[in-house]
């Protein structure tokens, strides 16, 4: 399973982004989708999910600017960034995991967000 995260950048404050995970090797629609995002010197944290039935979640200090959702059938997922911050600035990674037929999870590598002026 390949996961393949694009879309990152450099970005002025207020601006937006919007990141790709492209997903091979697998039966995507089974997959939680999730962004998690790692800022220097912090610990890696969830950024949004969306299940397979399309149901969202968000950290608090996202929500109302970030937007999760998924195409499977393009095995995509995207996440739109909006009014981005300063403190957005980050690694982001893709995630999909799944307990079918045990809990496993695959990692894309990160992309980089820079939200500066």
């Known amino acids: 399973v390949q996961l393949q995260a694009s879309g990152g950048g450099l970005v002025q404050p207020g601006g937006s982004l919007r990141l790709s995970c492209a997903a091979s090797g697998t039966v995507f629609r089974l997959y939680v989708m999730a962004w998690y995002r790692q800022a220097p010197g912090k610990q890696r944290e969830l950024v949004a999910t969306i299940n397979t039935g399309g149901t969202t979640n968000y950290l608090d200090s996202v929500q109302g600017r970030f937007t999760i959702s998924r195409d499977n059938a393009k095995n995509t997922v995207l996440l739109q960034m909006n009014s981005l911050k300063s403190e957005d600035t980050a690694v982001y990674y893709c995630?999909?995991?799944?307990?079918?037929?045990?809990?496993?999870?695959?990692w894309g590598q990160g992309t980089h967000v820079t939200v500066s002026s």
């Open positions: 995630n999909a995991n799944s307990v079918i037929p045990t809990p496993h999870e695959y």
